[in-house]
T-cell receptor
């Protein structure tokens, strides 16, 4: 059984640029959630995708967008990057009926200069 | 809205000491409760969970009991090891059909010295 994988591991961008982060869900999982973890803080929910549709969103602006593909993998896109977007971005997969248990990937460390 | 509050850290203990990390949550809906652990440079790993009141989650010597009357889910371990050094996060699900969305506490850094 393959766990959750994310790419790239690290990324450096400058203000105003756009970035795409990728996530492959654990085998058999049809739901993907994205979280932003600023340094020294707990993860903050960005949004969740279920069956290729957004299934809830946290308090993040529209420049944070996502996609889920038929194989349940997912992308997080961030436009017009700001310095405060520097964080660890975590992807988590789950079964829609899994009582909330989510399995996390290792994350992508984004640095915005 | 939903929120989770953890005791502030960092927590520093000697090996074999008793550990308690306090966690309280807002009592909206019927959430599941979780403890996640994050080792340096890694993502989050589920440590234990409880899905209803009075459930006790346990794993690797860690325990936490879902206390609805006090809206708490405190993490305990009787004898910590150096390898337990990590950041611990308490989390709750949203409950209902959106139980997949987790709200995390701010995290507690645990350092265990030999």
């Amino acid at each position: 059984e393959t766990g959750v994988t994310q790419s790239p591991t690290h990324l450096i961008k400058t203000r105003g640029q756009q970035v795409t982060l990728r996530c492959s869900s654990q085998s058999g999982h049809n739901t993907v959630s994205w979280y932003q973890q600023a340094l020294g803080q707990g993860p903050q929910f960005i949004f969740q995708y279920y069956r290729e549709e957004e299934n809830g969103r946290g308090n993040f602006p529209p420049r944070f967008s996502g996609l889920q593909f038929p194989n349940y993998s997912s992308e997080l896109n961030v436009n017009a990057l700001e310095l405060d977007d520097s964080a660890l971005y975590l992807c988590a997969s789950s079964l829609s009926g899994g009582a909330g248990e989510q399995f996390f990937g290792p994350g992508t460390r984004l640095t915005v200069l | 809205g939903n929120s989770v509050t953890q005791m502030e850290g960092p927590v520093t203990l000697s090996e074999e000491a008793f550990l308690t990390i306090n966690c309280t949550y807002t009592a909206t809906g019927y959430p599941s409760l979780f403890w996640y652990v994050q080792y340096p440079g890694e993502g989050l790993q589920l440590l234990l969970k409880a899905t209803k009141a009075d459930d006790k989650g346990s794993n690797k010597g860690f325990e936490a009991t879902y206390r609805k009357e006090t809206t708490s889910f405190h993490l305990e371990k009787g004898s910590v090891q150096v390898s337990d050094s990590a950041v611990y996060f308490c989390a709750r699900s949203a409950g209902g059909t959106s139980y997949g969305k987790l709200t995390f506490g701010q995290g507690t850094i645990l350092t265990v010295h030999p």
